[in-house]
């Protein structure tokens, strides 16, 4: 069972989960989430599925056990979500129809997890690409139901609250319109808008933004989560298309939390990082991101939004298909 | 030149270095950082030296451009500190004189960029193995003149004044006592004590702290930077002792800011965190600590401090040499 402790200093709370330091790493025989009928081996017992939820066997986090008070759910909110049956695919590969599924899917989740007392943060989220520590290939997302709103979000809900509270605008809406006709858009849509943030962190950082204010994924409506399908589907493929392989990347959800109170100032967001900052090199975290906080990009945002431009003109048939790890000897 | 943006969103400045994408990358048949002699070709022009200091020629920090002052110092305050003129060592293999004197390096610099008009935060560091990206295996450490307090060191600083508001006493100082006698704690001395943070987020993860409240390096006296070059290599030492070859790691300095206030709150320390969650597993940073900033830890501190104390009990003559990159090929 996982356990969180508080650090007084960075006055943030960290998760142990002793037993995922022996999870299942890259198989090469056996791919725990590729369908294997009723009484399979894998996670997933059905002949096929569209998009399945499970909960994760190695769980990173658990009810708060530290509060003192006695919550036993059933579950420890830890999910996985797998997008298709199909293990060599990836998210960029996926028919728009199914990310469109995957959509609801999350909304579900969202709402579903968001409503238990126990938690105060739903965030939704793809590792993709072993450079990202990936241990499973088949391609697959993640949810974690939390129970404290996590550093990052807190600290753009505390800026967004101020701003709001100053000029009576939403931060996110205000970052969004500056955007939409500036150098770093890579596309908008009726309802949607995708950009290079103008201080990424990540060489290829890309924030998918709503156009209009809605607090969380549970919130959009029929067209949006429409738009949002094909502006992650577009993201995604960018990428392939212009470094000329599957681009490993975290995707992160931000979103209103769910503790209870109301949060007028939340503005649902996409984040992709992918950890290139060429097609031969990694972007390393070293000292000054890990031990002060503070990225050091070596490319410039609007360079970047221009190659990702270029990229997504190409021809549709270029994206290549995913050739790392055990994608070859499986299914 | 690098420049600076202001993330409104997380309020955090980021920095932009993109000359830099270019740089040096582990090169196999010459060292900048050896002595070259007068003329020379390194970056060290001389026939040899015990701690030298120079200049980066691919700085990630340059003075505030953004402010609208203008600042035009003679340099960017991005400094490089070779350890020794010898390419193999590491840190953990030098004579304890040589780090008593790289503690008298690193105070001087504190003071004399410190002093400067446009830099707020003097961060000392040093990024060690290929796994943390490395690009120059010759030993080293790297210092940051930075114009603003970054964020892990504005968090710890805010937490420690609201601390010291509330109980008059000093946070760090707190920790410290309550690890004296600890199962987290790896050693202490007259004057040094290093531990497993309680609310460690890498799995090895290591503070040392002065016993005495020192705000900065500079406030050390002679007999604590003594012990501190003692606790340095002990830390890095056990390190090797445990893994059974030469950890990587970060090593950051936390201390008072430079920036005209006072900060009676600050108290120095130095963290390890090596990249390692077992000998042959990395600990990759991903969705939950990139997107969220919750780190997920797969060990326990008190396992983990326990490994440690036990190698660190190893007889000496078993630390390891480097054997990785470019070392085997150099000098």
Same mark, same amino acid.
């Given at each position: ?7 007084? =200093? ?28 009723? *009484? ?14 499970? #909960? ?7 009810? $708060? ?8 759910? +059933? ?7 797998? /997008? ?6 990836? &998210? ?14 999350? !909304? ?9 007392? $126990?938690?105060?943060?739903?965030? =939704? ?10 241990? &499973?290939?088949? +391609?697959? *997302?993640?949810? /974690? !139901? ?24 939403? &931060? ?10 500036? +150098? ?24 998918? /933004? ?13 067209? #949006? ?7 992650? &589907?577009?993201?995604? *493929? ?5 470094? *000329?392989?599957?681009?490993? /990347? ?29 097609? $031969? ?7 000054? #991101?890990?031990? !002060? ?32 790890? !055990? ?5």
């Amino acid at each position: 069972m996982p356990d969180l402790r508080f650090d007084p =200093i960075r006055r943030e709370w960290v998760a142990y989960a002793t037993e995922r330091n022996d999870r299942t790493f890259l198989p090469t025989d056996f791919c725990p989430l590729c369908p294997s009928g009723a *009484g399979g081996a894998s996670e997933v017992q059905l002949d096929t599925f569209e998009v399945v939820v499970f #909960e994760n066997r190695f769980p990173a986090f658990g009810p $708060d056990r530290n509060s003192g008070r006695v919550v036993r759910p +059933p579950s420890t909110g830890c999910e996985v979500v797998v /997008y298709t049956p199909e293990h060599t695919m990836t &998210l960029a590969q996926l028919p728009v129809d199914r990310v469109r599924l995957l959509i609801d899917v999350w !909304a579900d989740r969202y709402q579903e997890l968001g409503a238990r007392a $126990d938690v105060a943060y739903v965030y =939704i989220f793809e590792n993709k690409g072993e450079e990202i520590g990936v241990t &499973l290939h088949h +391609p697959h *997302g993640q949810i /974690y !139901a939390m129970p404290f709103v996590p550093p990052f979000a807190a600290a753009e809900l505390q800026a967004a609250r101020d701003h709001r509270k100053s000029t009576g605008r939403c &931060l996110h809406c205000d970052e969004l319109s500056s955007e939409l006709d500036g +150098p770093r858009l890579l596309f908008a849509d009726d309802s949607m808008a995708a950009f290079v943030p103008n201080a990424a962190r990540w060489p290829y950082e890309v924030h998918v /933004y709503p156009r209009r204010h809605v607090g969380s994924i549970g919130d959009l409506d029929a067209a #949006e989560r429409a738009d949002l399908a094909s502006a992650l &589907l577009r993201v995604a *493929g960018t990428y392939d298309k212009h470094f *000329g392989f599957s681009t490993p /990347y975290v995707m992160a959800m931000h979103q209103a939390p769910t503790d209870g109170q109301t949060w007028p100032e939340a503005h649902l967001h996409v984040e992709f990082y992918p950890p290139h900052r060429r097609a $031969d090199r990694l972007k390393h975290l070293a000292g000054v #991101e890990l031990g !002060a906080g503070t990225f050091v990009n070596d490319t410039k945002p609007e360079d970047t939004a221009a190659q990702l431009r270029r990229a997504a003109r190409k021809r549709p048939e270029t994206t290549p298909a995913r050739t790392t790890g !055990a994608a070859k000897t499986l299914n």
